[in-house]
C-alpha cells in the first residue's frame, strides 16, 4: 500500500496518513493512542502466546518519530520507549477499519477494568 505523506500533529496526538490516489482510501486521521494499541508487535504476542493482557493507560502516549524500514513499512516509535513496525498494508486497514476496532477495543477495555487514562509514574528517590 502507497503511503504518500505522514503529518505528526503532536497538538492534537494525531497522525494524518495520506495515501496513493488509486488506494481504497485517500487520506485518515488516526489517533497515537489508537495506533499504539494496535500494535503489530502486541498482535503478533497475542498469536504466540494465546489471549494478551489489554493495553492500557496510553490515552496521553505520543509518537515521537517515524522512520522508513523499506519494504517493511514504517517503524512508529512512541514516547513510552515502544516502537514497531506497521506495514503500509497493516496503516490501510486500521484507518478503514478504524470505528469497528475502536469500538472493540473500548468494550475490552471497559469489561477489563483498566483505563485509557495515564497511570502516575512514581520515581523512588
Known sequence: MNITHFIIDNNQHNLAIEFAASQTIESALL???YLRIS????SAKKLKTGPAAITSHKKAV???KIESVAKHGYRLIFDDGHNAIYSGHYIQILAVEYDV???????????SGHSREAMIDIKQL
Do not use: D, G, N, V
Request: glycine share 0%; proline share 5%.
Open 39 to 42: 500494535s503489530p508487535a502486541s
Open 31 to 33: 489517533s497515537f493512542e
Open 62 to 64: 505520543r509518537l515521537i
Open 101 to 111: 476496532r475502536w469500538q472493540h477495543y473500548l468494550t475490552e477495555l471497559k469489561a
